[in-house]
């Protein structure tokens, strides 16, 4: 046992509540569990009881023991003087407190327990996933738009964050947050230090050439070599040199990396791609800002890699001639991760939630994403019908899956209950 179950089996009443009786005998009735408190003091937060004919309205606190009220020196904090209830799993020893005690283990159903013991020692995909064969499916998608948006707010507050500190610089924290989404999980990093190698005022310099982009953000990236024979490469390289010489550039030294990854998302295509996307225009983000509609946003951020890259995913090696062009799926993610929190974040910060909420909307109109988690929550029953529900599978999985916070999930909360109610 420990305080989150025990909260809650408290919060949702998942114990035999006949004959209710504190440890002294007095006969309970409970008229409202109060509301869960996440900041400092009690538990519960305005919880009403009936102890022996009183009513008494007030906090209620919960321990694992009742000697945890004296351990954690309850009796000289003021926070819980209004306490009028402890609940208890075991009433261990007596205390020097006159709250009247009740005492929940005798009352909660074992399988109750044991199913959610079983579940912290399951190696399956998701600790519940035995259970889901039998769950009405019709439950899981409400719960997967709210962590969308719970997941689609945290972004846009970091958004906010990067934005504050660069001076409230939108364009230079989006072209940042722009590199770190061309270099997909494992790229992240290294394109976000290029991008921080190279401000955006520099970029916008030679936003006519995407030449000399391409020099840039290649060359920082480490990835110019005179040994390959490669004149292009060659020529990039004198570029980048020129550059480097003229604006005293920094070395960057997070490296790049080309393994475990399909040819498609090779560094050097995708700073490529990078390059011809800020060639087309300076002030990328005031631009993205007068964009209303989503086909017209993806447009805007499509590119392709020159020609060069037709016959190349690397220097020096020669492949068949497919153009370079960024796919749907890609700009789908781009719109999702990365602009979508910072348009919101902007039109919030600015009063206009409505436009935030259009923003929101458009997790809806996006593709659904094909990966290992939402394959696997597909096997379970459960298919992404667009992005924003496949952004809730990665939400459930992720933070709550994999951390095993059944207990703040509204499905472990939905299975767990079952058993209760049978009894």
């Not at 538990?43 to 009742?66: K, M, P, R, T, Y």
């Not at 890259?309 to 799926?329: A, N, P």
């Amino acid at each position: 046992m420990n305080e989150k179950l025990l909260q809650f089996i408290w919060q949702h009443l998942y114990f035999n509540m006949w004959d209710l009786l504190t440890v002294h005998q007095e006969p309970v009735e409970i008229m409202s569990t109060g509301r869960i408190n996440r900041d400092q003091g009690p538990d519960f937060l305005s919880g009403q009881v009936n102890i022996n004919g009183q009513v008494w309205a007030g906090n209620i606190e919960l321990h694992v023991l009742s000697s945890d009220w004296e351990l954690h020196r309850h009796d000289d904090d003021r926070n819980y003087d209004n306490v009028v209830l402890h609940v208890v799993w075991r009433h261990d020893r007596p205390i020097r407190s006159p709250i009247p005690i009740l005492e929940l283990e005798p009352r909660v159903p074992r399988h109750l327990l044991k199913k959610y013991s079983g579940w912290r020692d399951q190696k399956q995909f998701i600790p519940c996933a035995g259970e889901w064969s039998g769950l009405n499916k019709t439950m899981v998608y409400p719960f997967l738009d709210w962590l969308m948006m719970q997941r689609l707010g945290e972004r846009s507050r970091h958004a906010f964050d990067q934005v504050k500190a660069l001076g409230m610089d939108w364009e230079e924290a989006f072209w940042r947050s722009l590199a770190r989404g061309f270099g997909h999980k494992v790229n992240a990093d290294a394109f976000e230090a290029i991008a921080i190698s190279l401000p955006v005022k520099k970029i916008m310099r030679h936003s006519h050439d995407r030449h000399q982009l391409e020099a840039l953000l290649l060359g920082q990236a480490g990835l110019l070599r005179t040994d390959t024979g490669d004149e292009y490469a060659n020529g990039l390289f004198r570029e980048f040199c020129f550059l480097r010489n003229k604006y005293q550039l920094d070395k960057q030294y997070m490296p790049v990396h080309f393994l475990r990854m399909r040819p498609g998302n090779f560094p050097t295509l995708r700073l490529a791609q990078l390059a011809d996307l800020m060639a087309k225009t300076t002030n990328l983000f005031r631009i993205i800002l007068g964009i209303t509609e989503l086909d017209q946003l993806k447009k805007q951020l499509r590119s392709t890699a020159s020609s060069y890259w037709d016959h190349h995913y690397r220097f020096g090696e020669t492949s068949s001639c497919i153009r370079k062009t960024s796919g749907e799926g890609f700009i789908d993610l781009l719109i999702m991760n990365t602009v979508m929190p910072f348009l919101i974040a902007y039109h919030i910060e600015a009063g206009k939630h409505e436009k935030a909420d259009r923003v929101s909307a458009w997790a809806y109109q996006l593709k659904p994403e094909a990966n290992l988690i939402t394959g696997g929550f597909e096997r379970l029953g459960v298919k992404a019908a667009h992005m924003g529900q496949s952004q809730g599978l990665l939400e459930l999985k992720q933070h709550y899956c994999n951390e095993y916070k059944c207990l703040e999930c509204a499905i472990g909360k939905h299975l767990l209950k079952q058993p209760a109610e049978r009894c």
